[in-house]
Structures are given as C-alpha cells and as structure tokens.
C-alpha cells in the first residue's frame, strides 16, 4: 500500500511503539485484505492469530492486529529494515514519529543483501527492466 502507520516515537530510552489492536473479522475478510487495510503483513498477522484460517477466518472471529513493535536499534533517522520482522521504518527528518511499512523481501531461496546504505541520486519515475535471467524464467514458464 502507499499508505504506513504513522506512530509518534517513544521517549529516549524506549524502543515500544504502537499498541495491540483487535477486531472482529467479517464474512467477506482474508487476511491479505485485512492486511492492506491495516499496513500489516500477511506473516504477520497468521504468527498473531494461531489456529485462524487466514482465508476464511469466519465473521465475529476476533483478530488480533499485531501493531505493536520494538523498534530497531540504531540510530533513528532516514529507512532502517528489519529483515527478520519483514519490516521498514522510515523516520523523518527533523518530526517526531516513525513510519512502518510491511515488506516483502526476496524470493524463497534466494539470500536478501545485507548492509548499510544509502540513496546517492534520485531519478523521477526511472526505468527499470528485469534481468535477462528472470525474463528467460518467466518465458520457460508461459509467462
């Protein structure tokens, strides 16, 4: 989504922001939908909710919204990913609150790179073509 929680950061030495939320599921939601609608990860609400069918969770069914997080160490400014939570915080400058954005990260199977980095050039609306290797998969697959 283009959207992202937006949470006011937590006094110095606090690192918990957001609070548990939890709603009741109706007839029509799956947990992708709910998801979106709450800029929340599909893994991340099928970890808060065992024993949920994440497709037909059932209307009434309480569901647990895991919008609470530990915010990552390190300095708090700029985008920081937390590979292992599938999560990005985007803090910026000079305002009090941090964005979270759900991620989806990689491909199974293949590593995700690991490192500090950071934006030397901005291009509006770049091009971008896939790799000659992802092109062939997809065509081997009738893509």
Do not use: C
Request: aromatic share 10%.
């Amino acid at each position: 989504t283009s959207a992202a929680l937006e949470l006011p950061l937590p006094p110095e030495g606090d690192d918990i922001v957001g609070q548990i939320q939890v709603i009741k599921a109706k007839y029509e939601d799956t947990f992708a939908a709910i998801g979106e609608t709450y800029d929340l990860g599909y893994l991340e609400l099928v970890a808060a909710n065992p024993g949920v069918d994440p497709w037909l969770p059932g209307e009434g069914t309480d569901i647990i919204l895991p919008t609470r997080f530990i915010l990552p160490p390190g300095p708090r400014e700029g985008i920081v990913i937390n590979i292992a939570e599938y999560r990005l915080y985007y803090y910026p400058e000079g305002k009090n609150v941090v964005h979270t954005f759900p991620l989806g990260i990689g491909r199974e199977g293949w590593g995700s790179p690991v490192g500090n980095t950071r934006i030397s050039a901005m291009t509006s609306n770049p091009a971008w073509y896939p790799p000659q290797s992802i092109r062939d998969e997809h065509a081997a697959d009738g893509d």
